[in-house]
Nanobody, 120 residues
Framework: QVQLVESGGGLVQAGGSLRLSCAASGRTFSTYTMTWFRQAPGKEREFVAG????????YYADSVKGRFTISREYAKSTVLLQMNSLKPEDTAVYYC?????????????WGQGTQVTVSS
């Protein structure tokens, strides 16, 4: 079992940056592929970025490629999502996920989500 808690969301102007953090509890964190998903109002939840359990392989949705960076800190059992050059269309609730694949299949463990709002 893995428990996930996201933080770092907020309100930012277009072109700004935010860094989301996902703190994981559970001794098996280091063995899980970790991913970020997001869900905008009225839309389905979509894949954003994923990182392998080794940390050596990452994968991004086309919509965020070149702007977002996913990383993990094993000592802190944390996954980070650095978001730069934010756009209004990035507005969504962002969810951390564990146990899926880095290319977009979600696993069974979800956090509660953190709201990101980008104003134009």
């Amino acid at each position: 079992q893995v428990q996930l808690v996201e933080s770092g969301g907020g309100l930012v102007q277009a072109g700004g940056s935010l860094r989301l953090s996902c703190a994981a509890s559970g001794r098996t964190f280091s063995t899980y592929t970790m991913t970020w998903f997001r869900q905008a109002p009225g839309k389905e939840r979509e894949f954003v970025a994923g990182i392998s359990w080794t940390g050596s392989n990452t994968y991004y949705a086309d919509s965020v490629k070149g702007r977002f960076t996913i990383s993990r800190e094993y000592a802190k059992s944390t996954v980070l999502l650095q978001m730069n050059s934010l756009k209004p269309e990035d507005t969504a609730v962002y969810y951390c996920n564990a146990g899926g694949t880095r290319t977009g299949t979600h696993g069974p463990f979800w956090g509660q989500g953190t709201q990101v709002t980008v104003s134009s």
